[in-house]
């Protein structure tokens, strides 16, 4: 039972990356799923979820309009993806699933955390 983050990797700015988290051993029909991100001496900070009773997308201020999070039933994995990228989104991002997801003072908050994947760093830099 475990999420399995991947994606990641070194991308000039401006450029793109598609995250995907996968599940394994349960589904994530009945969960919120967020993606966070976390750089080193800072706090971890939700940047997009994914609500388990309504359906609906929430993205932090900081990356609405240049990041979509999606659901692939088919596959059990949740994709982010990533556009129009900044260095200031050099992070290592984080899938976690929980009850339910909501914003915060435009950070994406995520209740009840059950299970978190293992992370997978993103580099933008040219």
């Known amino acids: 039972v475990q999420l399995q983050a991947s994606g990641g990797g070194l991308v000039q700015p401006g450029g793109s990356l598609r995250l995907s988290c996968a599940a394994s051993?349960?589904?994530?029909?009945?969960?919120?799923i967020v993606w966070f991100r976390q750089t080193p001496g800072r706090e971890r900070q939700g940047v997009s979820c994914?609500?388990?009773?309504?359906?609906?997308?929430y993205y932090a201020d900081s990356v609405k309009g240049r990041l979509t999070i999606s659901r692939d039933n088919a596959k059990n994995t949740v994709n982010l993806q990533m556009n129009s990228l900044k260095p200031e989104d050099t992070a290592v991002y984080y899938c976690?699933?929980?009850?339910?997801?909501?914003?915060?003072?435009?950070?994406?908050?995520?209740?009840?955390?059950?299970?978190w994947g293992q992370g997978t760093l993103v580099t933008v830099s040219s």
């Open positions: 976690a699933v929980g009850s339910n997801c909501a914003i915060v003072h435009g950070t994406v908050h995520l209740y009840d955390a059950d299970r």
């Open positions: 051993g349960f589904s994530l029909d009945y969960y919120a």
């Open positions: 994914l609500s388990s009773t309504d359906g609906n997308r």
